[in-house]
């Protein structure tokens, strides 16, 4: 008599988990708990588009003089620190300048369509926080430019005055005619009204308001919705102030739980951004609420942060800690920042650059140039661009995906391979249970398999590069 026996034989399922690029960035919640379409870290790429893409840049900027392109350096060695777009209309002509501060305190002038060559200005010098702002005085576009050093100077375009009753300015803004400053301290400075020369405080011209309470120092001012609103160091006050002083009234709007960075207060707008210590804030006028809840990776010493706005984008230079990767560019020495932040405020996404260390960045409202950049230690200006090098440097990235046991706790997945179509090379970086392994791809038309065929209870994934272009990756695997 013959029994028949059934052969036991260990049955695995073959799965393919497709890796997405379009989750963004999240550094809040645990990594075991994110989908592989959400990044745990990535800088100078994004997914926003479904692939993965390179992003960001700066290139040289360079104005036109008398039709002859030319790059904007520094005429004597020295490193820009700082600057202001200043426009000068006569009569149907329109002179568009940069005033450039440098670092030993000078400044030059540089036009876009006049000599190739900067003019030095006479009489002003800047030694410590400045700032500036345009207006008209007599009929002629003026550059009114301060320190908490030297004082005010006025400068229109070829002559310089220097005001000696003005307070020494850190910041300053113009409000219904009059001139709103502050040097620093917690005392609010005005002008006479339809006059910013005029300091004689009085009751009909200048005048200052003093704040005695916690909120702290007057760190940036600004006219926004009809009102000056007061940054503080730690909270924002309202000033609601037309034109006769009896009708001014202070209202405090917001406490701050960490001190907010000066440079980076924008209007964007109908609304105003800032960076604080405890995290990134949109403020309507009223309230003030923090946004990118999913970044934890700001610098606690963001002093030298800085914020700008164009095409609807708020884009801020700060210092931020990454948890992958080596030091790029910048961080190879000594640097102020080491980011930028393009926070669109209609997706509300963000995406990060990593590498460039941005001092300033300036608005010009030209049609040649929209943004010009201050670098630090850098004797050329930059502007933005989406070249993907950093004055012909790359721009490495990386992204990588989250810890994961693709669902299965304590098995075995043998990992048999990774599948992806790229238009560039990409270094596909993979840790099995902790231990790294590398495969090269090189850019190909066709969807390319790499062989990996090792074990793993937990698998991490990373793509890095210095291009990308990656349209789909998938991830084979089997259960043990």
């Not at 993965?52 to 005429?75: C, F, H, M, R």
């Not at 500036?132 to 310089?160: A, F, H, N, P, W």
């Amino acid at each position: 008599m013959f029994y028949e026996k059934t052969l036991l034989v260990k049955r695995t399922s073959q799965k393919i988990i497709p890796i997405k690029f379009d989750g963004g960035i999240n550094t809040v919640v645990d990594e075991m708990s994110l989908p592989q379409n959400v990044a745990v870290c990535e800088y100078n790429c994004s997914g926003a588009s479904g692939g993965l893409k390179s992003i960001g840049g700066i290139d040289k900027l360079t104005l036109s003089a008398n039709g002859v392109s030319y790059d904007v350096v520094s005429p004597n060695g020295k490193f820009f620190v700082n600057g202001w777009y200043y426009t000068l209309n006569n009569g149907l002509n329109r002179d568009d300048r940069l005033i450039m501060l440098l670092d030993d305190h000078t400044l030059y002038d540089y036009s876009f369509v006049g000599n190739a060559n900067p003019k030095k200005i006479e009489g002003i010098t800047l030694s410590g926080r400045s700032c500036g702002v345009r207006y008209k005085i007599d009929q002629k576009d003026c550059l009114l430019l301060s320190s908490d050093v030297e004082g005010m100077y006025v400068y229109d375009g070829s002559t310089v005055s220097f005001v000696p009753t003005a307070p020494k300015m850190i910041s300053m803004c113009i409000h219904y005619e009059r001139l709103f400053a502050t040097s620093g301290d917690n005392v609010l400075w005005f002008s006479d009204d339809l006059n910013p020369t005029n300091w004689n405080i009085s009751l009909d011209q200048a005048g200052y308001i003093e704040f005695s309470d916690n909120f702290g120092k007057i760190i940036k001012v600004i006219s926004y919705l009809d009102n000056v609103f007061v940054f503080r160091q730690f909270g924002i006050t309202k000033l609601t102030a037309y034109a006769e002083q009896e009708s001014f009234s202070v209202t405090q709007l917001f406490c701050s739980s960490g001190i907010i960075y000066p440079k980076t207060v924008t209007i964007c707008g109908d609304i105003v951004m800032f960076l604080a210590s405890d995290g990134l804030y949109v403020f309507n006028g009223v309230n003030a609420v923090k946004v990118l809840g999913n970044l934890n990776i700001f610098d606690q010493s963001n002093q030298q942060a800085c914020g700008i706005y164009d095409k609807g984008k708020y884009i801020l230079a700060c210092k931020l800690k990454f948890s992958a990767g080596e030091g790029v560019l910048c961080e190879k020495s000594q640097y102020k920042n080491n980011a930028l932040i393009y926070y669109d405020l209609d997706k509300r996404q963000q995406e990060i650059v990593r590498g460039i260390d941005c001092l300033e960045m300036i608005n010009c409202l030209n049609d040649s140039l929209d943004l010009a950049v201050i670098l630090n230690g850098q004797t050329k200006l930059g502007k933005l661009s989406l070249s993907h090098l950093m004055f012909e440097l790359p721009l490495p990235y990386i992204r990588v995906c989250p810890l994961t046991d693709l669902g299965l706790a304590n098995r075995y997945k043998l990992i048999k391979s990774v599948m992806l179509l790229t238009k560039q090379k990409v270094t596909i970086k993979i840790e099995l249970d902790g231990e790294t392994f590398y495969f090269d791809v090189f850019g190909s038309k066709e969807i390319q398999e790499v062989r990996i065929n090792m074990q793993a209870k937990l698998i991490k994934i990373s793509f890095l590069g210095v291009d990308a272009d990656i349209r789909a990756t998938s991830l084979l695997y089997s259960v043990c």
